[in-house]
């Protein structure tokens, strides 16, 4: 079946501007995950969903980020007025059973 | 907090040749552990994982032993080969939900 599909690929944006990146899991999946990996670093824990809540966001780096899930489904990250050190690669995971993490492609955001 | 620490990269082997990425790790409790890979253009794909000191976990040629009384986690694989050429990523599980992942090892192999 389809695997865990992310969009945009990729995306430019300037300093300030808002941003909205998207994930769509594997259908069924009821635990989503948001990660963050920047250069030379390792993944950084965002978020996670269990089914439409969010029981931790204390990865969430500053209040400019946020996320949601809607119909246990679709989630969008946020990046409201986008800093040069928010450009990173946003890797999206979803899983049914525990431990069994299915990452999407991820979308490359840079900020000039 | 926990944490992850594998070998810097890139490590460049022939053909072949005999793998090992270390991998180390601090944790409260008993986390599971897992290597995931990231080849060229494709997402991370879970490689293999173990829940308790001991186990082993193996897939595609691929082997680690959590070794509790080392907190390590190493991976090795006898031969290795040409596709093997990846990005290979140490994490493990603190809780249910929340992973830690290393800086990631980039292997490459030479025919």
């Known amino acids: 079946g389809a695997g865990v599909s992310q969009s945009p690929s990729n995306k430019v944006t300037e300093k300030g501007k808002d941003v909205e990146l998207r994930c769509d899991p594997i259908s069924g999946h009821t635990a989503l995950y948001w990660y963050r990996q920047s250069l030379g670093q390792g993944l950084e824990f965002l978020i996670y969903?269990?089914?439409?809540?969010?029981?931790?966001k204390s990865g969430l780096p500053s209040d400019r980020f946020s996320a949601e899930r809607t119909g246990g489904s679709v989630s969008t990250l946020t990046i409201q007025r986008t800093q040069q050190e928010d450009s990173a690669v946003y890797l999206c995971a979803s899983s049914l059973r525990l431990h069994e993490q299915y990452f999407g492609p991820g979308t490359r955001l840079t900020v000039t | 907090g926990d944490s992850v620490t594998q070998m810097e990269g890139p490590v460049t082997l022939s053909e072949e040749a005999f793998l090992t990425i270390n991998c180390t790790y601090t944790?409260?409790?008993?986390?599971?552990l897992f290597w995931y890979v990231q080849y060229p253009g494709e997402g991370l794909q879970l490689l293999l994982k173990a829940t308790k000191a001991d186990d082993k976990g193996s897939n595609k040629g691929f082997e680690a032993t959590y070794r509790k009384e080392t907190t390590s986690f190493h991976l090795e694989k006898g031969s290795v080969q040409v596709s093997d050429s990846a990005v290979y990523f140490c994490?493990?599980?603190?809780?249910?939900?929340?992973?830690?992942f290393g800086t990631g090892t980039r292997l490459k192999v030479l025919a």
């Open positions: 994490a493990l599980a603190s809780g249910t939900y929340k992973y830690i």
């Open positions: 944790a409260t409790g008993y986390p599971s």
């Open positions: 969903f269990q089914g439409n809540s969010a029981p931790d």
